[in-house]
């Protein structure tokens, strides 16, 4: 089993900037992609952002393209989200993802509990 718990959520005002961290442990393989999802009030959870185990495989969701960066620290066991340019319509609560498999998907076994993005207008 797989536990990933997100931090780095808040308040922020439209054109500022995030960091989310996904911390994971239990047992972890060297073969797990892991990722963020998010959902925004009111509608179904979205892909943002993929990487593979060895920070190659990187993918973003087009509305998020460069303002976002995925990366990971292994040694640490820790995904990052950097959130550049936010806007309203990146509110949400995100989620973390994990599977070992080259990138996470809607249906990957492993997810956190989701932490809260508000940016303001």
């Keep these: 089993q797989l536990q990933l718990v997100e931090s780095g959520g808040g308040l922020v005002q439209a054109g500022g900037s995030l960091r989310l961290s996904c911390a994971a442990s239990g047992r972890i393989r060297a073969n797990y992609a892991m990722g963020w999802f998010r959902r925004a ?21 087009d509305p998020v393209k460069g303002r976002f960066a995925i990366s990971r620290d292994n040694a640490k066991n820790t995904v990052y989200l950097q959130m550049d340019s936010l806007k309203p319509e990146d509110t949400g609560v995100y ?3 994990a599977e070992a498999r080259a990138t996470v998907r809607e249906t990957s076994p492993y997810w956190g509990q989701g932490t809260q993005v508000t940016v303001s207008s």
């Design 41 to 61: 009030p009111g509608k179904e959870r979205d892909f943002v952002a993929t990487i593979g185990w060895s920070g190659g495989n990187i993918y973003y969701a």
């Design 95 to 97: 989620y973390c993802a």
